[in-house]
């Protein structure tokens, strides 16, 4: 009994053993075919995608490469096959909007560049619009005009006429001489010529209103332009003492031209 159970032990150890390395190989076996099905299917998506048209038609596959037709046909395939085509269908069409919606951007971006560069070299030459230059100058002679100690003398709605009166005068000059003056003469008419007008408009604005109601009106005349907020009076009163101040100013400018 002792040695048959002993050989009966040995042939169980025996065949353990045999099982053990047989799995351990077969287990090796499927883990490479394994590997090499997941390259094949990943692979599958760019070689071999159904060609439509010609038999003998040559495409070219999302990786660049060449493609000839398939030996398989579409009735052939299984389900997954046919997705993983679907898939490499979709990623071509996607790449290729994705390289024309590039090319687009950037010639859109060149475009833009070149009109920025345009706009930039005309605004160096070319002349502000009147009201923006109109709105310059009330800026530089009400600063002027807080400042100076020569305008003193004058109070809030004096000042306020003079820049307005000033800043109109000076929209009339480059209505017609626009052109003659570039940016240092514009400067200097404002800096130095214009102040000069508003000194005497101012002396003379303040015997023309008899109430605050006119005073509003005179300035929403010179803000506006409008005539129909003067009555005779002021718009008589406001002419005479215009006149005398535009003439000076009148000569200063054409020692300019």
């Known amino acids: ?28 076996g499927v883990e490479k075919q394994h590997e090499e099905n997941v390259v094949k299917l990943a692979d599958f998506g760019t070689k071999v995608i159904p060609i439509k048209g010609a038999a003998d038609a040559v495409t070219v596959g999302t990786e660049g490469q060449l ?20 898939l490499s269908n979709d990623k071509e069409q996607l790449a290729l909007e994705l390289t024309m919606a590039q090319e687009k951007v950037s010639r859109l971006e060149r475009e833009v560049q070149a009109l920025r560069a345009y706009r930039v070299e005309n ?32 109070n809030r709605f004096q ?11 000076y929209l009339e000059i480059l209505r017609e001489y626009r052109l003659s003056f570039d940016e240092q003469e514009k400067d200097l008419i404002i800096h130095k ?19 605050r109601g006119e005073e509003r009106s005179l300035l929403a005349y010179l803000k506006s332009g409008d005539e129909s907020v003067l009555n005779a009076r002021l718009a008589k009163d406001l002419e005479t003492v215009q006149s005398p101040c535009l003439k000076p100013l009148g000569e200063r400018i054409n020692s300019l031209l």
């Open 159 to 169: 000042k306020e006429a003079m820049t307005l009166a000033s800043a109109n005068a």
């Open 193 to 211: 010529h214009l102040p000069a007008y508003g000194f005497c408009f101012g002396d003379g604005i303040v015997f023309v209103p008899n109430s």
């Open 67 to 86: 493609q000839l037709p398939p030996d398989i046909g579409e009735k052939n395939l299984s389900p997954t096959e046919k997705i993983i085509i679907a």
């Open 1 to 28: 009994m002792n040695i048959k159970l002993i050989l009966l032990g040995a042939v169980a150890i025996l065949l353990l053993l045999v099982a053990g390395v047989g799995g351990y190989f077969l287990f090796i």
């Open 123 to 154: 605004e160096r030459y070319a002349p502000l619009p009147l009201d923006e230059e109109r709105l310059r100058a009330i800026e530089m002679l009400t600063e002027y005009f807080h400042s100076s100690k020569d305008a003193e003398r004058f």
